[in-house]
């Protein structure tokens, strides 16, 4: 029994994970979880997540769920295949899982909203809340800025080398893109230019052609 992976396509913490597998060069099974249906919150998905969420992870024997969780498992457990995501050296390393926090703690906290309010909430027939929308437009300008300085220190978050502090960035970012939030990157010249890199890297366009 190999990889498998269950959610749906669209799902940005789906993506995540099937980003992690593109720039690893791995094959998997795919099985889509119907969200429109609440598939995520029966059996047998929900004894894969407790928490009725999507994705869940098989690899073997071992289960998984949280998106970042499963990401850091397939960049070390799959270390010598593909694109390299972790660092053996532990200070190069450190400084990667520095802004593997600030993704989840700081840009996702403000990011995932805003693509939930400005996106997935028209599609579900629910107005936008406008004033959500622009105190957390004023979250994330302020992280933005603290990345318009790292980005003038190294060409990546995590330094030289893309990374899985890059790469967890990128299904919200593309998201994000297709709103006017993009004007928040656009004024940054360093990010706009890290996000149009970590976009069109060839893992990424995979993802997104399915």
Aim: aromatic share 8%; proline share 5%; charged share 25%.
């Amino acid at each position: 029994m190999g990889i498998k992976v269950h959610g749906h396509p669209l799902s940005p913490a789906v993506r995540r994970v099937l980003l992690c597998l593109a720039e690893k060069g791995l094959e998997y099974e795919f099985e889509l979880i119907d969200l429109t249906v609440g598939q995520q919150k029966k059996e047998p998905f929900i004894s894969l997540n407790p928490f009725g969420q999507v994705p869940a992870f098989e690899d073997g024997d071992l289960k998984l769920f949280e998106s970042r969780a499963i990401t850091k498992y397939i960049s070390n457990a799959y270390a010598g295949k593909g694109t390299p995501l972790v660092f053996q050296d532990p200070k190069k390393m450190a400084i990667v899982g520095v802004w593997l926090e600030v993704e989840s703690l700081r840009f996702d906290a403000a990011g995932q909203k805003l693509s939930f309010e400005i996106l997935i909430k028209p599609l579900k027939g629910l107005k936008t809340d406008e004033a959500a929308v622009e105190a957390l437009e004023g979250q994330l300008a302020a992280v933005l800025d603290v990345y318009e300085a790292r980005l003038g220190e190294s060409k990546y978050l995590g330094g030289g080398e893309y990374s899985l502090a890059d790469l967890h960035h990128l299904p919200i970012i593309s998201n994000l893109m297709k709103t006017k939030v993009k004007e928040l990157f656009d004024a940054r010249p360093r990010v706009s230019a890290w996000a149009a890199d970590i976009q069109s890297r060839p893992a990424w366009q995979k993802v997104l052609s399915g």
